[in-house]
C-alpha cells in the first residue's frame, strides 16, 4: 500500500493536511469505547471542508482506507480503525459556523462538542435536544454518523430530527450538499437522512445546519423505586399509554440495583428496591406541577416502594446518581461488558426484561439490564471474563438468542449504539437479502472504490 | 410496447390483478390536480402486496412504465400519467392492518384515506398529525411518497416524521420491509426516509408503520387581521421567535384577501385589512389561556385591525372561512393558476412578500401569496391566461425569479407539493450536480429499467 506515496501528495497538496503517524498518536486513535485495538497508520487532522476533500480525492488515488472519528466514544466499532488506515479525525473542525436564533439553526463543523451546540442554543433561550451520554465530550460528526440519542429522545427524537442539510464528501470525492435551512423542504430524494446514521461508509460529513427548538423553562425529576421488574415495567408501561410524555424515563433492573449496591456507599436506594424508573418532566413552570400529579398517579401502584421528586440541581444529581455509577458499577462486576443495545415495543419490556433474567440463570452469566425504557431501548449488558474460552462461547450462543426474541417481539438490534464492527454479523438476522442488497448497490454508488470504514456496519459477503 | 402481452401475462398471473382500459376509467385516471392530462393505457387496482409484487416484476418483463397513484389529488403532475404507462391505483388496498394504541403505531395499506388514520388514532386519544388539505379523501401512499405536510406541520412536522417503517416493491422488483416498529432503531442505511418523498420514482410503497403521538385535548384558533403584509409578516417573526408553537400559522396577503373579499359575501373580515394570519394552538385545557396570553401580546402591535378568538367548532369555521374560500376564489382571477410552493427562513418572509408584490407589479401578473408561514412556507399563485402566449412567457420569466430569489433568501423550491412533471427543470437551480449525479445513481439503482414513474422528480438528461 503506498501510504508513503499517499502522505507525500497530502503534503504539497494545495490545502496541505496535517497528519501524524508517530506511535504515541497512533496509539492515542488506535481504539474506541469497544474493547479492541487496530493500530492505523496515519492520523490526519483536517481544518477545513476543502482538506476533507483533499484527503478523499487522494485516498481514492492511492486505495488508502479512511476511517473517520469524532471523539472515539462510540460503542460498536464505528470509529475503529481498520487495518492499514488513515484515521480521519474532525477536532481541529470545531467551528460553530453561523447561529441564527431568529430562524432557529445552527450550522457547525463536524467536529464541534455535542454539548457546546446545546449550551450555544440555551444562551438564546433555546434548545438542541439529542443528549448521548457522550455530549460532553462527543462530536456532533459522530453523532450524526450514528444518528445519536440520549435520555430525552422519548419527548423529542433523535439527531436525524433536527438535521435540516448537510455538507458532505462522498467516498467517490464528489462535494455535495444535502437538505436545506428551513423545516419544509421536498427537493429531490432526501440524502440528508441517508447519511445521517451511515456510520462514515457512505460520506464524510464536514458540516451540519441543526434545527434548535425552544427551551423548556422547567424541568422536574422524579425517581419510583420498584419491588421488582415487572412493577417498575408495568409503570412505565402505564407512563407510556397515559398522554403526559415524560422527557427521560429510565429503567434499572435488579442486577443494574445490585451492582450500584456493592458499588456505591451512597448510593440513597431504599429497601427492597429491585427495580427503578426516573423520570423527567419538562415544560412550563406553572405546567409541572399538573405532569407531577399525572406522572405521580400513574407510577404508583402496590410495588411501589418509594417515589421522589427533585427540584433543584443537587436534588437531581442525588436522584440520578445510581444511573450514573452504573457504568463504572458494572465494571466491576467482570473484566469485559458485551454491551447491546435492543428495542422491543415498550409493552413487551417486562416480557423481554425477563426472558434475560432467564438467560442469566440459563446461561449462568451475569445480565445487566437498563436504558431509555420510554423508548423501549435497553442496554444489555453480558458481564464477562474474555479469558475463559467457554465462557465466551456461552455468552455467543446467549447473544444470538437475545436478538432473536428481541426480533420476535417486533423490535430491532439497535436503538442508538449503530452496528459497527460489532453488530455487522447479526445484521441479516433483521434486514433480509433484498434490503441487505439495496445497502450494499448504496455503498458501491457513493464510495465505489470502498475507501471509507471498511469492514464496517455491512455484513461480510461470501 | 406489448401492451396487451403485458396485460394477458397479468390476468394469468398467480395473484390475478383488476385491470381496465375502457375509455371511460382511462379519461378518469388521465389527470391529477395539475391542468395537464395524459392519457395510461390501462389502470391497475393491486388488492394486496402480492399483486403488486406481480405488477412490477411483468412490468419489467415487458418494460411498461408504472405510475403509482393515491387519489391523484396532487399539485404537481406526480400521479399524472407517464406517456404509454399503467396506472397503479391504490384505492383498492386501503385496509388498516392493525392499531396498536398502546404502542402507539398503526399498520396500513398505501391506499388508506389519510383522514381515516386520523380518525382511528383520535378514537383511542391518539392523534396522526400530517393534515394535507387534500386529507379527507387523499390517500397516505400519496402523502407517503411526496412527504405530505399540511398547517400543522409548525409544530408537529411532516408525514416523514411520523413513518416507523415500510414495505414496498423496488423499480427492479425487490419486495423490502425498511425501518422498523419502535420509536429509536439504527439498523443499516435508512432507506425508510429515502422512500418517502421519492415520488413513485424508487419503489411502490404498498404498506406503512406509522407513529402516532398523544392528542392534544384543546384547539384554540386565533385570527389577527392587519393593515399590510409587513404587519402581519412581522408578527409571524415575533411568534416564531418566543416560545409558543401554535400547531398551524397561516398567512393570507393583500391579493387574497381582495380575491375572497370580492367572491365571498359573507367574508367576515373588518375594513381595512390587507393580510391576515391564523393562529391555532393546542395542549392541555387548563393550559391554553396561557397560550392565548402569550400569542394575544406577540400579535399585537398598531397595524393590527382586529383579533378574534374561537372557542367552538362554528367560530372556529367562521375564522378559516376566508382562508378555506381561497382556493376557489383565486380560480376567478383567471383561468389558469401556476401553483408554486416555496419555503424560505421565517425573517425573510417579508422581503419575499415585497419581492413578489413587486414582482406582479413589474410583469402585470396577479400573484396571490398565502400559506404554512410559520414553517416560511407559501403558496405563491401567477394567475395567468394559458391563451395568452405573452402573459404565459411573462409568468415563466417571473417565475425563474420568484426561484432565484427564495434561494438567494435561503429557502427551497418546494415545501410540500414536490417536484413531479412541474419543477423538475428548476430542480438544477438548487441542486448542484454532483447531488443530481448520486439521485440519478439511486433512481438507476433501484429502478434500473426505469420503469417506474418516468419523466419524474429528476430533470432530463442532456
Not at 192 to 203: F, I, N, Y
Amino acid at each position: 500500500m503506498p501510504l508513503p506515496d499517499f502522505l507525500a501528495a497530502l503534503a504539497h497538496a494545495p490545502a496541505a493536511v496535517h497528519v501524524l503517524s508517530d506511535p504515541d498518536t497512533l496509539a492515542i486513535y488506535a481504539c474506541d469505547e469497544t474493547p479492541k485495538r487496530c493500530t492505523p497508520r496515519a492520523v490526519a487532522f483536517p481544518r477545513a471542508h476543502a482538506e476533507v476533500l483533499e484527503l478523499v480525492r487522494l485516498a481514492n488515488a492511492y486505495r488508502i482506507p479512511l476511517v473517520a472519528r469524532g471523539a472515539g466514544s462510540g460503542n460498536v466499532g464505528g470509529a475503529l480503525p481498520a487495518p492499514d488506515s488513515v484515521v480521519v479525525s474532525f477536532e481541529c473542525m470545531d467551528a460553530i459556523l453561523e447561529f441564527d436564533p431568529d430562524n432557529r439553526l445552527m450550522v457547525v463543523e463536524a467536529g464541534v462538542v455535542t454539548e457546546r451546540i446545546e449550551q450555544t442554543a440555551r444562551s438564546r433561550g433555546l434548545m438542541y435536544p439529542p443528549d448521548p451520554g457522550s455530549a460532553p465530550y462527543c462530536r456532533i460528526g459522530g453523532n450524526l454518523a450514528m444518528n445519536a440519542a440520549g435520555p430525552r429522545a422519548v419527548k423529542y427524537g433523535t439527531t436525524r430530527d433536527y438535521v435540516l442539510g448537510l455538507r458532505a464528501v462522498t467516498g467517490a470525492g464528489a462535494e455535495i450538499r444535502t437538505g436545506c435551512r428551513t423545516t419544509k423542504g421536498v427537493t429531490g430524494y432526501d440524502l440528508t437522512r441517508l447519511l445521517v446514521g451511515s456510520e462514515g461508509t457512505l460520506a464524510l460529513i464536514t458540516e451540519a445546519t441543526l434545527r434548535l427548538i425552544p427551551a423548556p423553562r422547567a424541568l422536574i425529576t422524579l425517581r419510583a423505586c420498584y419491588n421488582s421488574n415487572d412493577a417498575a415495567l408495568a409503570a412505565c408501561a402505564r407512563v407510556m399509554t397515559q398522554p403526559v410524555i415524560p422527557c427521560a424515563l429510565e429503567f434499572m433492573d435488579r442486577l443494574s440495583i445490585e451492582a450500584v449496591r456493592s458499588q456505591l456507599p451512597d448510593h440513597g436506594l431504599p429497601q427492597g428496591t429491585q427495580a427503578l424508573l426516573i423520570i423527567e418532566a419538562d415544560g412550563e413552570t406553572h405546567d409541572l406541577p399538573r405532569q407531577i400529579a399525572a406522572l405521580t398517579n400513574t407510577l404508583t401502584d402496590s410495588g411501589l416502594i418509594e417515589l421522589r421528586e427533585a427540584h433543584d440541581a443537587e436534588e437531581t444529581r442525588t436522584l440520578w446518581r445510581a444511573r450514573k455509577s452504573l457504568s463504572h458499577a458494572v465494571k466491576q462486576i467482570a473484566p469485559l461488558k458485551i454491551n447491546e443495545d435492543i428495542v422491543v415495543p415498550i409493552m413487551r419490556l417486562s416480557e423481554m426484561v425477563a426472558f434475560l433474567e432467564a438467560q442469566a440463570r440459563g446461561y449462568q452469566l451475569p445480565i445487566v439490564s437498563f436504558g431509555h425504557a420510554g423508548n423501549g431501548n435497553l442496554h444489555v449488558n453480558l458481564m464477562v471474563r474474555p479469558d475463559d474460552a467457554r465462557e465466551m462461547a456461552r455468552a455467543r450462543a446467549c447473544l444470538l438468542e437475545i436478538f432473536e426474541k428481541t426480533l420476535a417481539l417486533g423490535g430491532t438490534l439497535s436503538g442508538e449504539h449503530g452496528i459497527g464492527t460489532e453488530k455487522r454479523e447479526f445484521l441479516p438476522l433483521e434486514i433480509a437479502p433484498p434490503a441487505l442488497d439495496l445497502m450494499r448497490g448504496l455503498k458501491a454508488l457513493f464510495d465505489p472504490n470502498g475507501i471509507l470504514n471498511p469492514g464496517k456496519l455491512l455484513p461480510e459477503t461470501g
